[in-house]
Every structure is written in C-alpha cells, then in structure tokens.
C-alpha cells in the first residue's frame, strides 16, 4: 500500500512528495505543488459514467466541478462547500463565427458561475480543503474576481474571509460583490503583484489558508472548465482552446485537464491550448516568444483590470501546459480586445473585458494562419458583463445612449437618429 493511497501534494521541479493534509503551497525547493492520485484512478471512470451524472438529481452530481469528483478531491460529501458551480452554458452565434473567420466556433460561458466568472470552481475546492484542514481564516489577493468568489464561498461555509486588493483598481460589480457576502477586505496601496507578494507574508506568518491559484486544489476545480468543454462536445475535443491569461492559474489547469483525460482515455486527441494576454500585461506572451528562455515580469497596464497582472505566480506549471499541448501564447492591443467585447455583447452574450481576449486572439491567431481554416476552437468566457460596467457606460456612443424630454416628439425624434 503507497504511503499515500488517496493523492500526494508533488513538487513539479524537485518531485518532492508531500501529504494532502499539509498546509504548503511551495516546495522546499521553491517550486509549485501539484495535487496528483495513484495511477489508475481514472479506471472505470469516464464519458459514460460522467454523462449519467449529467441526467441525476443527486446534489453532487448537479455541479460541474463535482460531477468529476474522483478527478477533483477525495471528500466526503458533508465535507464539501458546493454552491453548486459549473454547468455552464456553450454558446455558438453565427454573427461571431463570421467576424472571427471561423465556423466552428463556440463560447463556454464561465460567467454563468454562481459569482460571475469561472473562479468558483476552484473555489470550492479549496474551500473544502480549507474545512478539512480545520482552518478558520481564508485569503486572496485579487483583482476582484477571486476575492468575490472567496467572499460568497467563506460566507457559506462560516470561514473568515480576507482579502487582497489592489486599491482603486477593481471593477465596481467585484468590489460589490465581495463586500455584500461579507469578506474583511484590505485594499493595498500598489497594484496586484505588490498584494499578491504580501499576501504570501502574511499567510506565512498569521497562518491563514491562501486560496489564490498557487494553491494546487484551486487548480484541481478549474480543470473541469477543460472537461466539461469535452462534455458538451460528446466527447469530440475541439482543436484549440482559447482563453484569456493573467495570473496562469487556468493555463495550468486547462493542460492538467487535458493530460489526464488523455491518460485516463476519455479522449485520443488533445486541444491546443491559446492562452492571450493583454498586450500591456504580457510576460508570458514576450517568454513565449523566445522560447521560454526568461521568465519576465512587467509594470502592467491594461483595460481590462481582471488579468492586470506583471509576475504570474503559476508561470512554470503554464509553461508546461503549453509545451505539452503544442499550445502557443498571444496577445492583443486593449482596441482589439474591446472591439471583441463589442461583438460578443452585441451578440447577446455578454462577458467582461478580460475574457474577450479568447475572441479576439482566436481572430488575430486565424489571421496569423496559426488556427487553419477549419479547425475547431472553443473560447472560454471568464467573466460576466455585469463586472465591470463602468467600461460599457464609459464606451457608449452618444447617438446610443440620449436622454430627452417626455414628449412623443422627442421619442421620435431619437428614433429617427
Ligand atoms: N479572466 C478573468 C475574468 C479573471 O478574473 C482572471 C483572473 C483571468 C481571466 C485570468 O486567469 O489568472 O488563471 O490566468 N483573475 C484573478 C482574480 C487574478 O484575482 O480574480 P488566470
């Protein structure tokens, strides 16, 4: 019998082993951990069982993430803090196939979580982790997303919840949204990697449970982005997956999902993964370009507050991912990025700045030739349109948006435009 019969903590560089009920997130060697199950675990497992899940009324089996629990954390189910999550939609609008040039071309919409934006998958992992360690106090730092996801999901499980916040720099619907379901939240005089790097400090020293996406159970939820996309698609894997990049938590997740569901035999063929940054916060995208030789870090800047990172924390287990799938890395301008966002609300669909970074790398990646007319990709949508109004209300054109007396001939007179 293995020392460790229901899953180890793995250091990606030195390989250490480390039990699952430790409270570490870094190795000794300063590389990052990996929560990983004794081979085989996916035996007996698979589309089949995954789609009866699908039709059941058992609570479980109705979130997206805990439908593939075996893959996911081995807990009890009183242990687990679900919303339920996940279950989201996948969309496909011919209006958006037509301006990316791609006709296969489909949207799973990650801001139909239970908080707006994918992080509630993770989180409710690591939330179940962070009962089953018996902690008491949970923290993040956040450029709003994963602070709004921690507040709801300390507040079910009765945790304190902290967090990190660049001040004056999160959109107003997160910063609502984490005050309302209750989290103490300390808003830093510096930008996301100053509250990232000061995070880190204080969980060390006050012995508070991090759950930011250095914490391998946060990725162990978001690889279910990943295989939930294979749901959808009986199981047909697209040839690219597309999706905006900041802190590379979901970079690492997704080529984790996808490694293992090849290894487990869900799937024969594995997706390209296509991670896009903003063009000002893309140290991924310049290591990328020259072949991973140096790890950069940037003052960032950009539109879109959500992936307004410098020094993504998950850099080496990303670099995997794209390694591993023949993935690529790119980036778009802020105009390229919001004039995607235009089209995918326009559509109906709607999404926050950051995840139009999927279609508008999709486009500029199908321009370069680097998707081939013809092949399959999926976007993933990070984030609802509802978290960051201010960027609609900021670009609406004035013959959109008038105000006028209340008279009929005022009504047809802003009608006739
Ligand atoms: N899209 C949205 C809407 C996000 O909120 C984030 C990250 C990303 C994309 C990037 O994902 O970090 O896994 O590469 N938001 C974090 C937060 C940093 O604090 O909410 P990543």
Known sequence: ???????????LRCKAKFGLHEIRYTCECGGLLSSERPQGWGRGLGPA????????????????VWR???????????????????ATRLYQRRALCDWAGID?????HEGENPTGSFKDRGMTVAMTQAKRLGSTAVACASTGNTSASLAAYAGQAGLKGVVFVPAGKVA???LAQTLAYGALTLQIRGDFDAAMDLLQQASAKLGIYLVNSINPFRIEGQKTIVWEILQDLAWQPPDWIAFP???????SAFGKALREAKQ????????????VQAHGANPFFRSFVEGFKTRHKVQAETVASAIRIGDPVSYERARASIEETNGVVSEVTDEE?????????????????????SLAGARKLRGEGVIKPGESVVCVLTGHVLKDPEVVTKHVPASQLIEIDPTLAAVEKALAG
């Open 337 to 357: 990025l919001l004039a995607a966002k235009r089209e995918i609300d326009r559509s109906g669909i709607g999404c926050e700045p950051a995840s139009a970074c």
């Open 49 to 64: 069982v995954f789609d009866a899940r699908l039709g059941s009324r058992q609570g479980l089996d109705r979130s997206g």
């Open 245 to 251: 990049a900041g802190n590379l938590g979901n970079t």
């Open 68 to 86: 593939f629990r075996e893959g996911v954390l081995d807990a009890r189910p009183d242990e687990i803090v679900s919303h339920p999550e996940g």
């Open 1 to 11: 019998m293995s020392a460790h019969p229901h899953g180890w903590l793995e250091c």
């Open 264 to 275: 487990a035999g869900w799937i024969t063929k594995v997706p390209r993964l296509a991670a």
């Open 104 to 108: 296969a071309l489909h949207f799973k």
């Open 172 to 174: 107003v619907g997160k």
